[in-house]
């Protein structure tokens, strides 16, 4: 029962959030999301991709698309590096990048 209030006080929360407009900067300063609120929130909410019930992986290789042996090893290196071996990265005074933008039609 306890939990169910604590939902429902959200929600009701929310609800009253939604209704009053956007906070004043007063109002945002002392708010602070943290580390917990992230690992409180991921009991809660689903990815979507486990949402979707599968995860497609192609069946194409490297050796299906050739000439691309610089692109490969430039990904490689921004980002299959960095999550293998996060010691160099650090070793070297660098921070790995915040991800990589990959856009154009599928298959391409």
């Known amino acids: 029962a306890a939990a169910g209030g604590a939902l429902a006080q959200g929600i009701l929360a ?6 009053r407009g956007a906070l004043t900067s007063e109002e945002l300063a002392p708010l602070a999301v943290e580390m917990s609120d992230f690992e409180a929130g991921m009991g809660k909410v689903q990815p ?12 194409v290789t490297w050796a299906d698309v050739g000439a691309l042996a ?5 990904l490689t290196t921004v ?4 999550v293998r071996n996060p010691g160099r990265m650090e070793a070297l005074g660098l921070r790995p990048s915040c991800g ?6 599928p298959g391409c």
């Open 70 to 74: 610089e692109l490969r090893e430039e």
């Open 14 to 19: 929310s609800a009253a959030l939604r209704s």
């Open 48 to 59: 979507s991709a486990k949402r979707e019930g599968f995860a497609t992986v192609p069946d």
């Open 100 to 105: 990589v933008l990959l856009y154009g039609p």
């Open 79 to 82: 980002v299959v590096e960095p």
